[in-house]
């Protein structure tokens, strides 16, 4: 065995290794950032104040009794509660701002107390329910029994034997009669995604085309360096069309996935992610100047956006200041964009801010492209 040779084939990669800083710093930066956003969002070292779950209250009867469990739910340290009358409250899970409303009816506490007493009717406590956030319910409903016997038992000393209301709960979509898919929401964020990996693949063709040698024969057409990016954008976005087509045909056909929506809203959405896509994908050729260099930035920037913007982990868990953050980021608008016009069933009304978010960042994104792109070799 020739071990000289392989010392030599040895230190060659390693030296080939070593002299692309970029890459060895992308290749050690993303794990450590990975890593560190997760371990921040599910706790950290555990003195990070945790995400809350957004409730309502709707207190219908206006009784002292349900006025004290509605100040307790607000102290839960894990719940971020308010109170709502039962139209606003169901608008708001409707539309994916509160997790669940809890509707305390009418009497609610006179009738727990009776059936404390020997009653037999059970007041029933509804619980309109984002159907997306399936293991609120059961941590609001432990905080809920605990509160409510504590209040209606107050003064008498005694505890019951049995929890003396019901819970019924509802899934609520912004339509009606829509039951929840769970792969419309794991397609949103994955599509969203991976449409956003392909802008590398755009971004780097580019700069090989420098490489290669064929970047001079294409400068000879009679096109400015702003027709040409426009017209690589319009490439991009055609195949990103392709690829986002398959992928929802193919959510469709197998996993039930359904835009229970505005169609034109959900064809918008398609349009306004692929545009975004495609002047992204120049944006970062312009600002990489080398294959090598637009790789590293794109894999390091495209992780971020997709971590922020919920595609991974779904929004709500994050803490209170990232979940702000994150709206500053168009793959957050893009998620929630498209799980507006599919499960959520929403009208053309919740696709329009998503769509002109992605709209206004691929036109920044193309003007950056055209101003810092090097037209000469």
């Known amino acids: 065995m020739n071990f000289l040779a392989i010392r030599a084939l040895i230190r060659n990669d390693l030296r080939i290794y070593g002299t692309d800083r970029r890459a060895m710093l992308i290749g050690i930066l993303v794990p450590i950032l990975i890593a560190a956003f997760f371990g921040y969002v599910f706790g950290g070292t555990g003195n990070a104040e945790p995400a809350k779950i957004p409730i309502a209250m709707v207190d219908e009867d206006q009784g002292a009794a349900s006025r004290a469990i509605v100040v307790d739910m607000a102290k839960a340290p894990f719940?971020?509660?308010?109170?709502?009358?039962?139209?606003?409250?169901?608008?708001?899970?409707?539309?994916?701002?509160?997790?669940?409303?809890?509707?305390?009816?009418?009497?609610?506490?006179?009738?727990?107390?009776?059936?404390?007493?020997?009653?037999?009717?059970?007041?029933?406590?509804?619980?309109?329910?984002?159907?997306?956030?399936?293991?609120?319910?059961?941590?609001?409903?432990?905080?809920?029994?605990?509160?409510?016997?504590?209040?209606?038992?107050?003064?008498?000393?005694?505890?019951?034997?049995?929890?003396?209301?019901?819970?019924?709960?509802?899934?609520?979509?912004?339509?009606?009669?829509?039951?929840?898919?769970?792969?419309?929401?794991?397609?949103?964020?994955?599509?969203?995604?991976?449409?956003?990996?392909?802008?590398?693949?755009?971004?780097?063709?580019?700069?090989?085309?420098?490489?290669?040698?064929?970047?001079?024969?294409?400068?000879?057409?009679?096109?400015?360096?702003?027709?040409?990016l426009v017209a690589r954008s319009c490439a991009t976005m055609l195949i990103s069309i392709f690829q986002f087509t398959l992928i929802y045909l193919i959510a469709i056909a197998i996993f039930g996935v359904r835009v229970e929506g505005s169609v034109i809203g959900f064809v918008g959405m398609a349009l306004a992610l692929c545009f975004m896509n495609s002047a992204f994908g120049l944006m970062l050729a312009s600002l990489g100047g080398s294959a090598a260099a637009t790789r590293g930035i794109a894999v390091l920037v495209t992780l971020l956006l997709v971590m922020i913007g919920g595609a991974w982990v779904p929004s709500f868990v994050f803490p209170k200041w990232l979940q702000k953050a994150s709206l500053a980021v168009p793959t957050r608008w893009a998620v929630d964009g498209l799980d507006a016009v599919t499960w959520r069933g929403q009208g053309l009304g919740g696709a329009l801010a998503p769509i002109a978010v992605l709209g206004a960042t691929a036109i920044i994104c193309l003007a950056i492209a055209i101003w810092r792109f090097r037209w000469e070799d």
């Open 79 to 228: 719940l971020n509660s308010q109170s709502l009358d039962r139209q606003e409250a169901e608008r708001q899970v409707r539309a994916g701002k509160l997790q669940i409303a809890v509707i305390l009816p009418k009497n609610f506490a006179a009738d727990a107390a009776q059936v404390m007493s020997g009653g037999q009717q059970k007041p029933n406590v509804e619980f309109l329910a984002d159907p997306s956030q399936p293991m609120s319910g059961r941590i609001i409903e432990g905080v809920l029994v605990r509160s409510a016997i504590e209040e209606i038992t107050r003064g008498e000393g005694r505890e019951p034997f049995t929890v003396p209301f019901s819970i019924s709960s509802t899934n609520v979509t912004s339509a009606r009669n829509v039951d929840y898919n769970a792969y419309a929401h794991s397609f949103a964020g994955m599509t969203t995604q991976f449409i956003l990996l392909a802008s590398i693949d755009a971004g780097i063709v580019l700069l090989l085309l420098r490489d290669r040698g064929i970047w001079q024969r294409m400068r000879t057409a009679p096109l400015s360096k702003a027709q040409f």
